[in-house]
Nanobody, 125 residues
Framework: QVQLAESGGGLVQAGGSLRLSCVAS????????IGWFRQVPGKEREFVAA????????GYADSMKGRFTISRDNAKNTAYLQMNSLKPEDTAVYYCAARTDAYYGGSTSTQYHYWGQGTQVTVSS
């Protein structure tokens, strides 16, 4: 099993920045592909970014490119999502997800096997 815990969410004004963290336990972090997703109550879960086992491959939703950066520190069993130039429409619960059956996880939420509890990000105008 893999356990995930997100942190770093909060309230920020439009144009500001936040860094989310995802700490994993239960297996070797270097063999976990990570994805970030977000969800607004009543709406479908949305892909944000993904990173491969070693960090060599990354992917982003088009609306996040140039603003968000995904990274990982395998020695700390931690993945990060740096969010800059935040907009009110970025307001959501952000989830860290993991899969162990692929080097790079991709953008489909149903392909991820493990999920964190989520962390709230609220961007005010």
């Amino acid at each position: 099993q893999v356990q995930l815990a997100e942190s770093g969410g909060g309230l920020v004004q439009a144009g500001g920045s936040l860094r989310l963290s995802c700490v994993a336990s239960g297996r070797t972090f270097s063999n976990i592909a990570i994805g970030w997703f977000r969800q607004v109550p009543g709406k479908e879960r949305e892909f944000v970014a993904a990173i491969s086992w070693t960090g060599g491959s990354t992917g982003y939703a088009d609306s996040m490119k140039g603003r968000f950066t995904i990274s990982r520190d395998n020695a700390k069993n931690t993945a990060y999502l740096q969010m800059n130039s935040l907009k009110p429409e970025d307001t959501a619960v952000y989830y860290c997800a993991a899969r162990t059956d692929a080097y790079y996880g991709g953008s489909t939420s149903t392909q991820y096997h493990y999920w964190g509890q989520g962390t709230q990000v609220t961007v005010s105008s």
